[in-house]
Every structure is written in C-alpha cells, then in structure tokens.
C-alpha cells in the first residue's frame, strides 16, 4: 500500500500534513506574541521583555572556568554522566534541600529540561490510549510532550476528579510555571499515594525549587512525602534559573532506580548525551551555594519592584509565593491586558498559554535586567 493512502495520516504530498493527527502540535505559544512584541519594541525606551524566563545575569566565574578547565574533550561523554557530577546532584539536593538516601547512580544528566520534559511520554512507553495527567495551569511542554507520543492529556488539580481512571503519567509542579503556587508536603503525600495505588508514574517539575520567598517549596522526594521511598517518582532539576545556565543546556532527573536505569538505557540508544565539558559546569554550579545565593538575592529585588509597581498600577497578585514569575490579573481578558502593557513597552505572556483557566491573568517574569525592570516600574506608574 501507499503511503500516501495508508491509514497512518501520511497526507499526499503537497497537501495536509505529514504527522499523524494524535501527535501534532499546537502553533508555538510565543509566535502568537508577534504583534504585541511589535508594539512593545516601537517605545520610545525600548521593550521591557518579561514575556520569557530566559536568564539575563552573567554566568558565574565558577561554572565558566569548570567549563573552560574541560574544553580539551575530544572522546564522545558518558550518557549517565561522570561520577563526580552525579555525586554532586545527590549533594546539593541534600544540602538545599533535605532529599536524602538517594544512590547517585539514579541520577541522569539531561540536555536541560525540556528536552527531558518533551521526550519522556515517549520514552515510557506512552501510546495512543494511555493517559497523562497535568495541571489545570502548566508550562505547555508537559503536553507537547503527551502528545508527542500519541497519549491522551487531561488537565486537572484534582485527582479525585479522575475516579477509576488509572493514567500512565501524572506530573507535578510546585512552585508552579506560571502561578508561583507552592504545593504543601500533605497535599504532595497524598498525590503520591493515589499514584502508588493505581501504578501511576509521578513526575515533579522541580526547576524552581531554590526559589521561594513566601513559602518553602518541598521535593516529591522529600521523606516527609515519598516516606523514605523513591518508588514510582521521578524528580526534574534544571540548573538554568539558578545558575544562569540555559545557554549551557544542563539539568538532571533522579528518583526511582528501576525507572532512571530504564531510561539511561534508551537514552544510550538515542544519544541523549550531555556534552563533558558542560557536565563539569554542572559538577561546578551544583557544588556551589554561594553563586545561588547572589542570584537570588537578584530576584528577589526584582520581584519586590515589580510586584509594588504592578499593585499601584491596579493589579492583582495572586499565588506567587515562589519561582521567577508574577501571576497578575487586572480583571480582564489576559490579551487585553496584554496589548494595554505591550502600548507601555513591556511585553508579558498571556495566562492562556498555559491553560483555559488561565485567561483572567498574565505572567509577568522576574528575568529582566535591574534597568529594564526599572524602566517597566517607572511606566506602570505613569
């Protein structure tokens, strides 16, 4: 048979699409910003671009001179990482955040974060009749990911709202992208004891863990909520917010041994590998507390700023309590108050790019430079 005739959803060539229908994607969220951005650029003082939670500040001396000290590495890298950067994981996790009996062999580096986020779905296995779970409000990769492997995404907050349903993957995310929601560890413990019961795979999106400010943000992998277990639990690190380390390309995930093993498996086969010498600016940047201090203090500045402006300004601040971003509402549609910023040159995402509940807020991010944030807080004010 033809391909082009197949039941697959090949499309004749030159006409429809190629991908089959259960793994296309939605339009990018951010293309959809264009001609707000064109707005905000035409200021007279330039754009202010809080729209993404792309690093500004300068990569810390320690991560640059690790990077350098291994620039000489012309052999292909271990897929699962040096031993010295899976130990530095473990201890860094230990010393900021209080996960203990973790065995560095679950630990695998990852190309960051979302490349991990994206491929995981498939890399479990998910298929067309499998379900994963994610929040009302999400970062939109969590089901691109879903999608990607031809699975089925339902959005809730809820898991009693799932009845008998028993989904393949169930992700978590606290402090939340985009509102800053901090989930408590009795609400975690319990999530995870509901995915336990129906063989569920927990995944913890744990990129903003080291940034909280009203509340204390709490690992899946914490005793107070695993019990002392990793079984059945995945958690997700990333080391651009803190570390300044996007351009670099470098997170891990660590949790269930079996899992992890299973994982570093095919990633072996599909050459998932993190380059060395970035793999020694992680050892660094994980072995380091002092840099990571300095960039918090930053943003919380920044935060303080911002969220003092936005309130005078008639905004609203919910959640927030922690991470790199304001959820801000002034009572209407998020576009609307889009395009009314983007007239003042600051450019801002929508709510709804993270869900449908989303479409009475903006998400304003932390990740501009001290003189653009000042710059926004002198235009909200007029």
């Avoid at 264009?34 to 993404?52: D, I, Y």
């Avoid at 001396?61 to 897929?79: H, I, K």
């Avoid at 339902?154 to 992700?171: F, I, K, M």
């Avoid at 690190?237 to 351009?247: E, I, Q, R, V």
């Amino acid at each position: 048979m033809s391909s082009q005739n197949s039941s697959s959803g090949v499309a004749a060539s030159g006409r429809g699409s190629s991908v089959p229908r259960d793994r296309r994607m939605p339009e990018f969220p951010w293309d959809s910003l264009a001609s707000a951005g064109e707005t905000a650029r035409s200021h007279p003082g330039g754009v202010v671009n809080l729209s993404v939670g792309t690093p500004v500040d300068p990569v810390p001396d320690v991560v640059r001179e690790a990077l350098r000290s291994a620039d000489d590495a012309p052999g292909y890298p271990a897929t699962h990482g040096t031993s010295e950067l899976r130990e530095a994981a473990v201890e860094a996790l230990s010393r900021r955040h209080g996960v203990t009996g973790l065995d560095q062999r679950a630990v695998l580096p990852t190309i960051g974060s979302k490349e991990f986020v994206a491929w995981l779905p498939a890399l479990l296995g998910l298929r067309a009749g499998d379900t994963a779970v994610i929040p009302e409000l999400a970062y939109p990769t969590y089901e691109a990911g879903a999608r990607l492997a031809g699975a089925e995404v339902v959005r809730t907050d809820a898991t009693h709202s799932l009845g008998p349903e028993r989904p393949a993957v169930l992700w978590l995310n606290s402090p939340s992208n985009p509102t800053g929601r901090v989930l408590p560890s009795e609400h975690l413990r319990k999530v995870v004891e509901w995915a336990r019961e129906r063989g569920t795979v927990v995944v913890s999106d744990e990129c903003y863990l080291s940034l909280g400010w009203d509340a204390e943000p709490v690992s899946v992998l914490d005793p107070a909520v695993c019990g002392g277990s990793s079984e059945g639990l995945l958690a997700v690190h990333s080391l651009s917010k803190t570390s300044n380390f996007a351009g670099y390309r470098g997170g891990f995930v660590t949790g269930d041994p079996e899992i992890v093993g299973e994982l570093l498996e095919l990633r072996k086969h599909a050459g998932m590998i993190v380059p060395r010498p970035v793999q020694e600016a992680m050892t660094a940047a994980l072995g380091d507390d002092e840099h990571l201090r300095a960039q918090r203090a930053r943003y919380a500045a920044r935060r303080e700023r911002l969220w003092t402006a936005l309130e005078r300004a008639g905004f609203r601040i919910d959640h927030s309590e922690a991470g790199l971003y304001l959820w801000a509402t002034a009572g209407e549609d998020a576009w609307k108050t889009v395009e009314w910023l983007a007239e003042r040159g600051i450019l801002v995402a929508p709510g709804t790019f993270y869900g449908p509940e989303g479409q009475w807020h903006v998400r304003v991010a932390l990740t501009a430079s001290d003189e653009r944030i000042e710059a926004a807080a002198e235009r909200l004010g007029r």
